[in-house]
């Protein structure tokens, strides 16, 4: 029996991601996003336990709000794949979310939630 320990809604959302990997910046797009982190498509090898920057653009409706920061925070890998493309997915746990950003990601997310899907 496999313990599920998220504790966050995950909502599906492709948002462009940036992942900086020691100095180098790999773009990429999350598959999910959560309170408590994201899994992303990259173009890079992530370990497991290593942490990066990770920047999101956090669009409403696809569109980026030009009055917006890029969203960054720390993040942590907490697995990671490679796939067929030769790109990596991995999950990603946000370390160290300021209030601002969380209360700014939590708004995101309601948006997400508000929005009908397909």
């Not at 991601?17 to 910046?25: I, L, M, P, Q, R």
């Not at 336990?49 to 917006?68: A, F, M, S, V, W």
């Not at 993040?75 to 160290?96: D, Q």
């Amino acid at each position: 029996m496999s313990a599920n320990r998220r504790q966050s809604k995950r909502y599906a959302a492709a948002v462009a991601a940036e992942v900086d990997v020691d100095g180098e910046v790999y773009p990429g797009e999350t598959r999910d996003i959560s309170t408590g982190g994201v899994s992303v498509m990259v173009d890079a090898v992530l370990r497991e336990g290593q942490r990066y920057k990770l920047t999101l653009i956090l669009t409403q409706d696809g569109i980026e709000d030009p009055h917006e920061e890029p969203f960054e925070v720390p993040a942590e890998v907490t697995w990671a794949a490679p796939t067929e493309s030769g790109e990596c997915l991995a999950g990603l746990r946000f370390v160290a979310l300021a209030a601002a950003s969380s209360a700014r990601l939590n708004r995101f997310l309601s948006a997400l939630a508000e929005t009908p899907h397909g």
